[in-house]
């Protein structure tokens, strides 16, 4: 079965420092997610991206947030300046356009010390 | 707005039992309704999905879940579990049009016992 690839599985950064996470979604894929999970607690959706532009983001998706498309196969996410609530396992996710499955990530672990 | 409701936030159960996992939802829309498990330090993988037609869904691994649209419901059911069922339930729910974000329960433990 075809798989979305994050990448590192792991960071740590320190507070206040920018993180880019990486993501290659599968390949004839339209729509792109992020969705993070805080330990402990419920999977939580951040922004969707169609088109080369954001579709829908949360509350949690603010000025810190950026997501990017830059070549074509790499979806990226962009904190700015991680604060220590950035803590959080980040999911990358996609689906074509006529299937509702979404393709999930293993993840990258983001530690903010 | 929606929102999914997962009753139980941890499930035990002895091999080859059977369980049921539940899950409400809510919305003021037409939905789609999934079932995701997460194995440890793994991903989200898909159990199974409905979207229309028949309220019954099977899915992998020997799951199936109801649709109830009466009672918002949607819970999840295996006949027989094995221990490498034990793994953490994520019941979603998604609007049936627009980008389709899903909105996930807080999960279910799901700890099966020899």
């Known amino acids: 079965e075809p798989e979305v690839t994050q990448t590192p599985s792991h960071q740590v950064t320190q507070m206040g420092q920018e993180v880019i996470l990486r993501c290659v979604p599968i390949?004839?894929?339209?729509?792109f997610y992020w969705y993070r999970q805080i330990l402990g607690q419920k999977v939580e959706f951040l922004v969707s991206?169609?088109?080369?532009?954001?579709?829908?983001k949360s509350e949690i998706f603010d000025d810190q947030f950026s997501v990017e498309r830059p070549d074509g196969s790499n979806f990226t996410l962009k904190i700015r300046s991680t604060k220590l609530e950035d803590s959080a396992m980040y999911f990358c996710?996609?689906?074509?356009?006529?299937?509702?499955?979404?393709?999930f990530g293993s993840g990258t672990q983001l530690s903010v010390l | 707005a929606q929102s999914v409701t997962q009753l139980d936030s941890q499930v035990p159960v002895f091999e080859e039992a059977p369980v049921e996992l539940r899950c409400n939802y809510s919305s003021s829309v037409s939905v789609y309704l999934f079932w995701y498990v997460q194995y440890p330090n793994q991903g989200l993988q898909l159990l199974l999905k409905?979207?229309?037609?028949?309220?019954l869904v099977k899915g992998i691994n020997g799951f199936e879940a109801e649709f109830n649209k009466s009672q918002t419901s949607f819970h999840l059911r295996k006949p027989s579990v094995h221990i490498s069922d034990t793994a953490e339930y994520f019941c979603?729910?998604?609007?049936?049009?627009?980008?389709?974000?899903?909105?996930f329960g807080a999960g279910t433990r799901l700890a099966v016992h020899p």
């Open positions: 390949s004839n894929h339209l729509y």
């Open positions: 991206f169609y088109n080369n532009e954001i579709s829908e």
């Open positions: 979603a729910v998604s609007s049936s049009g627009g980008y389709n974000k899903l909105i």
């Open positions: 409905y979207l229309s037609g028949s309220t």
């Open positions: 996710a996609s689906r074509a356009a006529t299937n509702e499955k979404l393709f």
